[in-house]
């Protein structure tokens, strides 16, 4: 059989890799005061470069691109191309990447923008927000069918943010309900041109309805008691919509992106920068297959809605800025767009207890 495998970035984008990212108490402490200009990558990090390298020079990615921040300053390193073709532009800082799920981490970060503004608590129940998830069910035993129990906990705003609502995710979930998910057009992502003409033909059309048909669905298990990756970003995005009145990728703009002077963040990249957006591939064995060139990819076009778990496209610079928001406390350039004790709540351990 041939081997298959996707390369989701053509590259690696290994952004800030500080380490401390999860550890918020030692964060306080180390605060830096503005933004370092890029410099070159130094000879004291051989082996991360060396890695780096090896991407492109093995034909594993066409091109791959670092941003690195250490101590007071952030290093870029970059090597190889936006795509394999001959001629193709270098990669570079300010190359653009389908960032996929590290979209997940804005949307949790604008969430607790609203639980720092007063008008969103961890632990309130969403069908406060949506009440079509007032009365959720559970599955029986989702290898067989969509036999469902009701469930006895609320889904809250806590459980989106830690994958623990017990919802669903067409990349991981099996059986039933993977079936009833992708008949339902729960598939808040971008691929393909083609993929997305053939999802658009049973996706919601808003973020609204995207999230009400996400509860008509079972859980596959009861809020609060285990975590499964899934489509709970995309949902909070639903609900920050809600509780700002500010349509999803309006508030993340005016709150994050424009501040942060994030300015190569795009749900829809525009078309003079397409030049600068990569092509994503997929391997057949060890040969390219390209699926979305940059020139005529799907992100040029508006998705369905702003997809809060992967819905992205940016720079590594951008999210360069974003990072070093959070490592400065909930601020960049003198800018402060949060309070420093709602970004270490942020960077906490939020799961409910007895969850691993």
């Known amino acids: 059989m041939a081997k298959f495998r ?11 890799a500080t380490g401390t990212i999860a550890r ?29 390298d090896s991407y492109p020079a093995t034909r594993k990615a066409p091109g791959v691109v670092a941003v690195i921040g250490l101590s007071h300053s952030t290093v870029v390193h ?13 990669a570079d800082g300010d190359t653009l990447w389908r960032v996929y799920s590290m979209t997940k981490p804005i949307t949790g970060m604008a969430a607790m923008m609203l639980i720092e503004d007063g008008k969103l608590k961890l632990d ?37 943010l830690t994958h623990t609502a017990g919802l669903g995710y067409t990349i991981v979930t099996k059986g039933p309900l993977l079936n009833a998910y992708n008949e339902a057009g729960i598939t808040p992502f971008s691929s393909t041109v083609q993929a997305e003409k053939d999802l658009r033909k049973v996706r919601p059309a808003t973020l609204q309805a995207f999230a009400e ?11 609060g008691t285990k ?4 489509v709970g970003l995309d949902v909070m995005g639903a609900v920050i919509e809600k509780v700002s009145g500010m349509p999803f990728d309006t ?20 078309a003079g920068d397409a030049k600068r957006l990569v092509t994503g591939y997929a ?35 951008d999210y360069d800025r974003f990072l070093h928001m959070l490592l400065n406390g909930g601020m960049l350039d003198g800018v402060r767009v949060m309070k420093a004790e709602t970004v270490a709540l942020g960077m906490s351990d939020l799961l409910p207890k007895g969850v691993i």
């Open 283 to 317: 391997f057949l064995g060890d040969n390219p297959l390209p699926l979305d060139a940059g020139a005529t990819s799907v992100y040029l076009s508006p998705p369905s809605f702003p997809y809060g778990g992967a819905g992205l496209v940016m720079s590594a610079n």
């Open 227 to 230: 975590w499964s990756y899934s």
């Open 213 to 223: 048909k996400v509860a008509t669905l079972p859980l596959i298990a009861e809020p």
């Open 124 to 160: 309130d129940p969403i069908s406060k927000y949506i009440p079509a998830f007032k009365n959720m069910t559970v599955l029986v035993d989702g290898t067989k069918d969509l036999t469902a129990v009701p469930a006895k906990n609320q889904i809250t705003v806590r459980h989106l």
């Open 78 to 90: 970059s090597a190889g191309a936006l795509a394999f073709d001959t001629g193709s532009p270098a």
């Open 251 to 270: 508030f993340l703009q005016t709150r994050i992106f424009t501040p942060l002077k994030m300015n190569s963040t795009y749900f829809t990249v525009p």
């Open 6 to 16: 996707t390369v989701a970035m053509t590259a690696l984008i290994a952004v800030a």
């Open 24 to 52: 918020h108490a030692a964060i306080a402490k180390q605060a830096h005061g503005n933004h370092a200009p890029a410099a070159p990558a130094p000879v004291a990090l051989p082996k991360s470069v060396a890695l780096l």
